[in-house]
């Protein structure tokens, strides 16, 4: 079928909620039929949001072919670029790449694109006309939309009036054969410019200072601060402070953001998509889960997940609105990193339990809009007066906050006639209204008593710490953990599924919070335990104040009953505190519970005594091997201040959320700057036991043989991490044994992720927080694998007993360690052996054409490429070496490092910055660590780790590693792991790729063998001939222009800038990034001809410095993709009219166009499908890039595959 | 079109494999089984009641799932990957919630 639609770019004024705030100079694609009404909406209502004014979703079914007629009116060529689709590169590519035709149209242009959509999903489109970050560019200010890709089939209907739609973010979805369901659009996007209603930047009421930048949802955002400005003004609630109360619908009524309505039980679909320039945030929707894949019922149960820029994801409901439990009421969605939430991105789902006719009104009087049944599903009752559904029976009072739940507090009051009328037959405590634990007769119950306490956390030796931490504890260890005989930690409680967990909660807090220099004195007299993943009942056990909903927190001095249900075995599912969270999360107020399978048991792996908590217990299981279960639980913006009280990276002023104080992990951390006790303060020894100790962080332990599950979540507050173990590897998604291998994994706040790892030799493995400032600032921990008893750890019963103890532990010397006397390498002893001589030395790297370089990098190179690289024959790309599953690989690391040729020899590394600066001098050591292969960690592990032996290098010197590579594990990242503060910028890194085994390499232009660089054939009997592109994404680089000056990135490479804002990034932005040792930073182009429109064309600029991959059309193409440097910020990984599995190794796995959250230690393997040119074949310049136009694509992170339609003469053809 | 040959014999090997399964099952009515099988719910432990053609009737008192537990469960001998019958071997364990 043939769908048509005329697109029109136009320049419009957006007005983001009802309190005024607005964007003057907004822009959107509409279609051409409404862009009279809302031009004239608009100017009809200048302060109000109109409801016409929102992202352009329009919809197609899989298989369509999709016809659309593109309007340009912007002041500038623009056009639409499709992700996912199939299309002629040189028609309809929105775009003006390399040596295409410019498929942009300038003002008062139009253009055909045709495009075909040959697989289900969200179809993104944005402008790459105007890449510009500022605010003058076009993304920023709202150029997006999506085509929603439906099931070949269906239709879609307006959910008010059932009446067929072209567009809008709302619409009910059918098919012939499969359920109807909701379809609801949920496009992130941030730092979109806004003013007030005045015209002047919004100010935060309780600092004066401008508050958040814009974090919105569909063109719209609902700011804390502008609620506040009513209570404040005595208008609403005068006994309220503002937090708790911030999105509670009986105080302000319902916010001007999406609110998703249906009835209980309702098929549904969330159509995630991030539609912003640079934050890579995380969606979190309370009662509900759904399935990371949803093609795959095996993929992991989400409730929080990531999303960076340009990304999408389904996010289907499991069981329908309200889940398996039937929860109706209001159930929150947001950004769950805090000051985005708190600036307003959030909304609401509203799961009606009774008909809404368009007859009914809220609780203030607003009538509520009707809503269509599903017409393949019961409708639900018609409200009566008796039982007049939600919101309409819950006894609360406009203007006020919301009432406590029935039942719920301690010596509360109980039901109301209305509510019994629309309770459950045996209403309880934390289970009024739909019943959690009903699906099982008799269920067993686990009740805890949990307190909130306020208490001083001691981060490490040094006496960094926080003089009012808030953290979760049992009542019963309440005393313990005072009065310092029990270390805190975050709370962790472990149940079997099947299991009804019942709660009482305490509220011990102080009512007020000091002030302090991060932040200001805050009357935080309400705390809840919001909780993930379990089942439960939201209108009573939230722990939130939501909506409509009730407020089931609890006062000072007060305790509340929560009752959940562990319906099955779940993961880790976080619980924290959902009213004053911006204020106290950050001061540890989080933590988890872990459902393990049924019938487990949990004991305490020193006593073997039984347990139902802490963060490293034993679990048995008859049915299953018994293992050890680890929870780490990271969190940023922790407050803490050094021994002599003083602030550790305080912000600007008080009650800043720009990135204020350090980082932890279970309330500790390591810092680097404190172990340097080694010979010359060397860093190539800080991880190092023998010369600094043991870190204070934790220390996983277990026997050789053990199972252990790593439980990963982030408890606070805003920025993403990027969790990462040395040595050992995980199925990336647990119940599936058909997905890839990882070593690493990015998270976000709230986000829950099981690892469950095989300790298959003994020693010590380093696990970090990889970004160069969280492992500086001491996020990383040992797994100690022990080959011998010791007497503070039971073996698993299931297992071997391990043989009593012959040597004694080792202690801390303070002298490094030798290295290691016998490598003994995994693997059969007749194994194939590749062996690669390797130098370490130091080169200037030019990065560009334009002249831009790296006078002091460091690289990884072959001995015999080294003479052409400093004669300049070669300029430097990172080392990517390859080898065969079935191949042992023996690596010899020879170190010709210089101290003179390091740039900061006083040991302070200005730039790029990390948080708490400090002294760390330059290592003339260097290493080789690799991700995923299999080797000996006390050998072969590239780094100087625990109590295990030196496997770092000092110059002139060399050392062997020895790798066998058991598994088609494809990428793996390589990196030195001697000194991360003052080698990583300057380019320590390379790649080992992992390959099928019998793969021959070729070069592809001459066809000769070559094992190594960036392009090569891969010739394998059983495979297709095959070309590989290996691209190695940076960022963090510290370069110089032609005449030596020091480019400052991002801010040096924004197009259009206003002007500078020396608070506009963070420390993690900065550094200059792109592919392979190459960057294209727009604004050398810029400057050079100033027209976006020709910013990415060849025509004009030539071709970009990045890599240009070659094919011809057809031929079988696999990327390649690592991140194994630096910053925290996340990255995407697009290429244009291609796209492949999402899982490459599960030909069934969800097909996407990108990659995303992309940071330290990521890495991937794309085989493309259909080859180069994508399913037509279509010759051309196919762009790969980030998706951040906010700092990626501008500062160079972009390149092309040139697919040929004829035979080059430089290029054979592969056969 | 090729013209095939089927050489096959009646019963062939997998009716006399189904058969010995059920006659089996037949002789173990009332004893105690368990079974795990590659689709949900992987596991089931239960008292057999009795075959009816090829399947087996089974008092289920333990799954994965609590909520299929005490019910009569027909299983096709197909679905049955592993099956323990206590016979005078080691008992199956008794398993129960709420160690914690």
């Known amino acids: 079928m043939k769908r048509c639609f005329h697109v029109v770019a136009i320049p419009i004024r957006i007005v983001l909620n009802t309190f005024g705030d607005y964007n003057p100079h907004g822009m959107m694609y509409v279609l051409?039929?409404?862009?009279?009404?809302?031009?004239?909406?608009?100017?009809?209502?200048?302060?109000?949001?109109?409801?016409?004014?929102?992202?352009?979703?329009?919809?197609?079914?899989?298989?369509?072919?999709?016809?659309?007629?593109?309007?340009?009116?912007?002041?500038?060529?623009?056009?639409?670029?499709?992700?996912?689709?199939?299309?002629?590169?040189?028609?309809?590519?929105?775009?003006?790449?390399?040596?295409?035709?410019?498929?942009?149209?300038?003002?008062?242009?139009?253009?055909?694109?045709?495009?075909?959509?040959?697989?289900?999903?969200?179809?993104?489109?944005?402008?790459?006309?105007n890449p510009a970050s500022s605010d003058q560019g076009s993304n920023i200010n709202g150029l997006f939309g999506s085509l929603f890709v439906q099931a070949r089939g269906s239709w879609w209907t307006d959910p008010v009036t059932g009446c067929p739609i072209k567009s809008g973010v709302y619409a009910d979805i059918h098919h012939p054969f499969l359920p109807s369901h909701r379809e609801y659009a949920w496009i992130f996007h941030d730092e979109m410019p806004a003013v007030d209603l005045t015209g002047n930047k919004p100010l935060d009421p309780v600092t004066n200072q401008e508050r958040e930048s814009t974090h919105a949802i569909n063109y719209r955002y609902e700011p804390l601060q502008n609620r506040k400005k009513l209570i404040d003004e005595g208008v609403v609630c005068p006994d309220c402070d503002g937090e708790e109360v911030h999105h509670d619908s009986w105080v302000f009524g319902d916010p001007a953001t999406p609110i998703l309505r249906g009835y209980v039980g309702d098929p549904a679909r969330i159509r995630l998509v991030h539609g912003g320039v640079k934050e890579t945030h995380v969606f979190h929707y309370h009662?509900?889960?759904?399935?990371?894949?949803?093609?795959?019922?095996?993929?992991?149960?989400?409730?929080?997940?990531?999303?960076?820029?340009?990304?999408?994801?389904?996010?289907?409901?499991?069981?329908?609105?309200?889940?398996?439990?039937g929860s109706f009421g209001d159930a929150i969605i947001h950004c769950h990193l805090y000051p985005h939430f708190e600036v307003g991105m959030w909304g609401i789902n509203r799961v009606f339990n009774t008909l809404q006719d368009g007859s009914q009104c809220y609780p203030n009087g607003e009538p509520i809009e009707a809503l269509k049944p599903l017409p393949d599903r019961a409708p639900p009752p018609l409200p009566t007066k008796k039982k007049p559904g939600f919101p309409n029976f819950i006894p609360g009072k406009v203007g006020f906050k919301a009432p406590r739940p029935p039942l719920g507090i301690v010596g509360g009051r109980g039901l109301t006639k209305i509510e019994r009328n629309a309770a459950v037959p045996n209403p309880r405590p934390g289970a009024v209204f739909t019943d959690p634990c009903g699906f099982v007769d008799d269920p067993v119950v686990v009740e805890y008593n949990i307190s909130a306490i306020e208490l001083p956390l001691v981060y490490n030796r040094e006496g960094w710490h926080d003089p009012k931490?808030?953290?979760?504890?049992?009542?019963?260890?309440?005393?313990?953990?005072?009065?310092?005989?029990?270390?805190?930690?975050?709370?962790?409680?472990?149940?079997?599924?099947?299991?009804?967990?019942?709660?009482?909660?305490?509220?011990?807090?102080?009512?007020?919070?000091?002030?302090?220099?991060?932040?200001?004195?805050?009357?935080?007299?309400?705390?809840?335990?919001?909780?993930?993943?379990?089942?439960?009942?939201?209108?009573?056990?939230?722990?939130?104040?939501?909506?409509?909903?009730?407020?089931?927190?609890?006062?000072?001095?007060?305790?509340?009953?929560?009752?959940?249900?562990?319906?099955?075995?779940l993961k880790a599912w976080f619980f924290h505190d959902h009213l004053f969270a911006n204020y106290h999360q950050q001061h540890g107020l989080f933590g988890s519970g872990v459902v393990h399978p049924r019938f487990a048991e949990f004991l305490d792996s020193c006593t073997g005594e039984e347990v139902d908590s802490g963060t490293q217990i034993t679990v048995v299981q008859p049915l299953i091997p018994d293992y050890r279960d680890f929870s780490l639980m990271v969190h940023d913006f922790a407050l803490i201040f050094d021994k002599k009280g003083c602030p550790l990276n305080p912000p600007e002023f008080p009650g800043s959320q720009d990135d204020p104080g350090l980082f932890g992990v279970n309330y500790k951390c390591e810092p680097l700057q404190f172990r340097l006790k080694g010979p010359d303060c060397d860093p190539a020894y800080s991880f190092s036991s023998f010369v600094n100790g043991d870190p204070v962080t934790p220390i996983l332990q277990c026997y050789e043989g053990d199972s252990f599950r790593i439980r990963l979540l982030q408890g606070a507050q805003e920025e993403s991490h990027s969790f990462n173990v040395h040595g050992m590897r995980w199925k990336s998604d647990r119940p599936d044994v058909e997905s890839r291998f990882n070593a690493q994994q990015?998270?976000?706040?709230?986000?829950?992720?099981?690892?469950?790892?095989?300790?298959?030799?003994?020693?010590?493995?380093?696990?970090?927080?990889?970004?160069?400032?969280?492992?500086?600032?001491?996020?990383?921990?040992?797994?100690?694998?022990?080959?011998?008893?010791?007497?503070?750890?039971?073996?698993?019963?299931?297992?071997?007993?391990?043989?009593?103890?012959?040597?004694?532990?080792?202690?801390?010397?303070?002298?490094?360690?030798?290295?290691?006397e016998i490598i003994d390498c995994p693997g059969p002893a007749d194994a194939p052996v590749k062996r690669f001589n390797i130098v370490a030395f130091q080169i200037p790297i030019i990065y560009s054409d334009h002249l831009e370089k790296d006078p002091f990098g460091i690289i990884f190179a072959l001995e015999e490429d080294m003479n052409d690289i400093i004669c300049g024959k070669k300029n430097p790309v990172p080392l990517v070496i390859r080898a065969n599953v079935g191949d042992r690989v023996e690596v010899n690391l020879t170190s010709l490092l210089e101290f003179n040729k390091f740039p900061f020899l006083d040991g302070i590394w200005p730039y790029p910055p990390v948080k708490e600066q400090a002294c760390y001098p330059p290592s003339i050591r260097i290493s080789l660590h690799s991700q995923l292969i299999d080797y000996d960690v006390k050998t072969s592990a590239g780094e100087t780790v625990g109590f295990n032996p030196d496997q770092t290098v000092g110059p002139n010197e060399a050392i062997t590693y020895c790798w066998y590579v058991d598994e088609n594990v494809g990428t793996c990242g390589l990196w030195d792991m001697a000194d991360i503060r003052n080698h990583r910028s300057l380019g320590t890194y390379g790649a080992f790729i992992a390959e099928p085994k019998g793969t021959e390499f070729l070069n592809p232009y001459t066809l000769e063998p070559a094992c190594n660089g960036a392009s090569v054939i891969l010739n394998n009997p059983f495979l297709p001939v095959t070309r590989e592109f290996v691209l190695v994404m940076y960022d963090g680089a510290r370069?110089?222009?032609?005449?030596?000056?020091?480019?400052?990135?991002?801010?040096?490479?924004?197009?259009?800038?206003?002007?500078?804002?020396?608070?506009?990034?963070?420390?993690?932005?900065?550094?200059?990034?792109?592919?392979?040792?190459?960057?294209?930073?727009?604004?050398?182009?810029?400057?050079?001809?100033?027209?976006?429109?020709?910013?990415?064309?060849?025509?004009?600029?030539?071709?970009?410095?990045?890599?240009?991959?070659e094919a011809y059309a057809r031929d079988p193409i696999t990327f390649r993709l690592l991140n194994p440097s630096e910053r925290r910020r996340s990255h995407g990984f697009f290429l244009h009219g291609h796209y492949w599995n999402s899982t490459n190794t599960d030909i069934t796995s969800q097909i996407k166009s990108f990659i995303s959250e992309i940071v330290t230690g990521l890495t991937r393997d794309i085989p493309v499908h259909y080859g180069a040119g994508g399913v037509l074949g279509i010759p051309g310049d196919y762009m790969y890039r980030s998706g951040n136009i906010r700092w990626d694509i501008e500062q160079g992170m972009w390149g092309i595959m040139r697919v040929h339609g004829q035979v080059q003469g430089h290029l054979p053809p592969i056969k | 079109m090729a013209d095939y040959k089927y050489d096959y014999k009646f019963p062939t090997v997998n009716d006399v494999h189904d058969q010995s399964l059920v006659y089996y099952f037949m002789e173990q009515v009332?004893?105690?089984?368990?079974?795990?099988?590659?689709?949900?719910?992987?596991?089931?432990?239960?008292?057999?009641?009795?075959?009816?053609?090829?399947?087996?009737?089974?008092?289920?008192?333990?799954?994965?799932?609590?909520?299929?537990?005490?019910?009569?469960?027909?299983?096709?001998?197909?679905?049955?990957?592993?099956?323990?019958?206590?016979?005078?071997?080691?008992?199956?364990?008794?398993?129960?919630?709420g160690y914690c």
């Open chain 1, 746 to 820: 990015h998270i976000g706040i709230s986000e829950s992720f099981t690892f469950e790892i095989w300790a298959k030799r003994f020693g010590d493995y380093l696990w970090t927080f990889e970004t160069e400032e969280d492992l500086w600032n001491g996020l990383w921990g040992l797994i100690r694998v022990f080959d011998e008893e010791v007497d503070f750890l039971i073996p698993l019963p299931d297992q071997i007993p391990p043989p009593p103890r012959t040597m004694a532990l080792p202690e801390c010397t303070g002298i490094p360690p030798g290295q290691p």
């Open chain 1, 287 to 325: 009662v509900h889960q759904w399935f990371q894949d949803p093609t795959n019922t095996d993929s992991e149960i989400f409730d929080a997940q990531a999303i960076s820029p340009q990304s999408w994801y389904d996010v289907n409901p499991l069981y329908g609105l309200g889940s398996l439990q």
């Open chain 1, 1039 to 1109: 370069l110089v222009d032609k005449c030596d000056q020091l480019i400052v990135d991002p801010i040096d490479g924004i197009l259009l800038a206003d002007e500078p804002d020396p608070d506009l990034v963070d420390t993690y932005d900065n550094g200059s990034r792109g592919f392979n040792y190459r960057t294209e930073r727009l604004i050398n182009r810029y400057v050079k001809v100033p027209n976006l429109g020709v910013l990415f064309s060849s025509k004009v600029h030539g071709d970009p410095s990045t890599p240009l991959f």
């Open chain 1, 469 to 569: 931490g808030r953290i979760y504890v049992k009542d019963e260890d309440i005393d313990d953990i005072c009065s310092g005989k029990k270390e805190p930690e975050p709370l962790i409680i472990h149940m079997a599924a099947g299991t009804c967990i019942r709660i009482n909660f305490t509220n011990r807090l102080p009512n007020v919070a000091d002030g302090d220099a991060f932040q200001l004195v805050t009357r935080t007299y309400e705390v809840g335990l919001h909780i993930h993943f379990v089942k439960f009942d939201v209108l009573v056990n939230d722990g939130a104040n939501v909506g409509w909903n009730y407020d089931s927190s609890v006062l000072p001095g007060e305790t509340i009953r929560y009752e959940y249900f562990a319906d099955v075995e």
């Open chain 2, 30 to 97: 009332g004893k105690r089984i368990l079974i795990m099988s590659p689709a949900f719910p992987f596991i089931i432990i239960g008292i057999i009641l009795e075959t009816i053609d090829d399947y087996l009737v089974v008092d289920v008192e333990t799954t994965n799932i609590a909520e299929l537990e005490n019910r009569d469960w027909f299983i096709h001998i197909h679905d049955i990957e592993v099956f323990y019958v206590e016979n005078g071997g080691p008992p199956i364990p008794k398993l129960k919630d």
């Open chain 1, 32 to 129: 051409k039929e409404n862009e009279d009404e809302v031009r004239e909406r608009v100017k009809r209502n200048p302060f109000s949001p109109v409801d016409l004014v929102q992202p352009l979703v329009i919809r197609a079914n899989d298989g369509d072919e999709v016809e659309i007629k593109f309007e340009n009116k912007l002041p500038f060529a623009t056009g639409m670029h499709f992700s996912e689709a199939d299309y002629d590169v040189q028609t309809s590519d929105g775009a003006n790449v390399g040596l295409n035709e410019n498929t942009l149209v300038e003002c008062g242009e139009c253009i055909v694109y045709n495009i075909k959509a040959n697989h289900p999903g969200v179809y993104y489109f944005s402008d790459l006309g």
